[in-house]
């Protein structure tokens, strides 16, 4: 959250009680919120790997965007009578439990803490929009090079690369169901990857070997994910360095 402005001490405090009271641990596979369910509580991924999704009724599955530490699974749950879509582990995940009461106190509010919970709604909104533009303008190629950049930039503003490597454990069926794809397909693509001397990957460690390059072929416009506003403090404003 602080990738949208800089907090007080107090907030911090704040944020860091909320966050540490109630957690919940989460399977590989298992909801963390089910699709037609609903919650007393907001789910703020701590650490692993997260997705929303949806299954159509033919069985086959839509992956909308994947969540990241720092990133709230449900934040407007107190709203809706039940969810939408479904939030599941991609690995084994960790989530902290903000109750409605909490949530609406602090959208609420006029300071901070309010517009940043509205700037991380407006960044996520901004992910699933361009998952609509892979699936109506980009080709194959381009998706996957834009799902892959995307994910660069985002861990590295959590601070989860090394060198422009970053973990990203999950399988190619994942990717396809993220991407529209077909497994083959995706598989094919992330080849013409590799041997363009894009990416590399080690296991589920994926190393972005020419990231102008990959932003290039991606068409990436980061505006998307409202970077700009990141000012203070220095060390958060820094780390997107020259990726947007």
Same mark, same amino acid.
């Given at each position: 959250?602080?990738q949208? !402005?800089? =907090? ?7 944020? @860091? ?9 989460? +399977? ?30 033919? *069985? ?5 965007? =994947? ?16 969810m939408?879509? *479904?939030?599941?582990?991609? !690995?084994? !995940?960790?989530?902290a ?7 609406? +106190?602090?959208?609420?509010?006029? *300071?901070c ?30 998706r996957? +090079? ?5 994910m ?15 973990? =990203? ?7 396809a169901?993220?991407? *529209? ?6 598989n ?12 590399? !990957? ?7 070997? @020419? ?34």
């Amino acid at each position: 959250m602080e990738q949208f !402005t800089a =907090f007080s001490d107090a907030e911090r405090r704040r944020l @860091d009680e909320l966050v540490s009271d109630r957690r919940e641990r989460h +399977a590989i596979r298992e909801d963390i919120i089910a699709d037609g369910a609903h919650s007393p509580d907001c789910h703020v991924i701590l650490s692993g790997l997260a997705c929303r999704y949806k299954i159509l009724p033919d *069985g086959t599955r839509q992956i909308m965007a =994947f969540l990241i530490p720092g990133d709230l699974c449900d934040a407007e749950i107190f709203i809706l009578k039940v969810m939408d879509h *479904g939030v599941a582990a991609m !690995t084994p !995940t960790v989530t902290a439990l903000v109750s409605a009461e909490d949530m609406k +106190a602090m959208l609420r509010e006029t *300071g901070c803490l309010g517009e940043a919970l509205w700037w991380g709604t407006m960044t996520d909104l901004g992910v699933l929009r361009e998952r609509i533009i892979d699936h109506g303008r980009r080709n194959a190629y381009e998706r996957i +090079a834009h799902l892959l950049y995307e994910m660069l930039v985002r861990y590295r503003m959590v601070e989860l690369t090394r060198d422009d490597s970053f973990d =990203f454990p999950i399988t190619q069926t994942d990717l396809a169901d993220a991407t *529209g794809l077909t497994p083959v397909h995706a598989n094919r693509t992330l080849q013409k990857l590799r041997g363009d001397g894009l990416i590399e !990957t080690s296991g589920k460690t994926i190393r972005v070997c @020419d990231p102008p390059r990959l932003k290039d072929v991606a068409q990436f416009n980061g505006a998307y994910l409202h970077l700009d506003r990141v000012q203070e403090p220095a060390r958060v404003g820094q780390r997107p360095g020259d990726l947007v």
